[in-house]
């Protein structure tokens, strides 16, 4: 059984920082991909940063130069590092996986990944 747990979200001013953690257990692939994203009420969930299957991370480009996403060392944890937090920024965080490698195409797709945490609130204030 997968479970993703998340931590980490919380209130801040805008420019600041945040560190979100995702505790991950049951992925049964060496070549899982993890990531991270966010929904605002009333609209789609997006992604915001992803290590796929072979360890290549891609960024949306609303988030590029301010976010960092890392893995633990054992792969059962992924980490996501939000620096420079703007209001836009404000949304439901998911952590989120599924059991292989994607395609570039897809790989901050949220329809390409079946297991999700319950999300945790990023909340930033001007």
């Known amino acids: 059984q997968v479970q993703l747990v998340e931590s980490g979200g919380g209130s801040v001013q805008a420019g600041g920082s945040l560190r979100l953690s995702c505790a991950v257990s049951?992925?049964?692939?060496?070549?899982?991909?993890m990531g991270w994203f966010r929904q605002i009420p009333g609209q789609e969930r997006e992604g915001v940063a992803v290590?796929?299957?072979?360890?290549?991370?891609r960024f949306a480009d609303s988030v590029k130069g301010r976010f960092t996403v890392s893995k633990g060392n054992a792969g059962n944890s992924l980490y996501l590092q939000m620096n420079s937090l703007k209001p836009e920024d404000t949304a439901m965080y998911y952590c989120?996986?599924?059991?292989?490698?994607?395609?570039?195409?897809?790989?901050?797709?949220?329809?390409?990944?079946?297991?999700w945490g319950q999300g945790t609130q990023v909340t930033v204030s001007s």
């Open positions: 049951g992925l049964t692939s060496r070549r899982s991909s």
């Open positions: 290590i796929d299957g072979v360890g290549s991370i």
């Open positions: 989120a996986a599924v059991n292989s490698d994607l395609p570039y195409s897809d790989v901050l797709s949220p329809r390409s990944y079946n297991y």
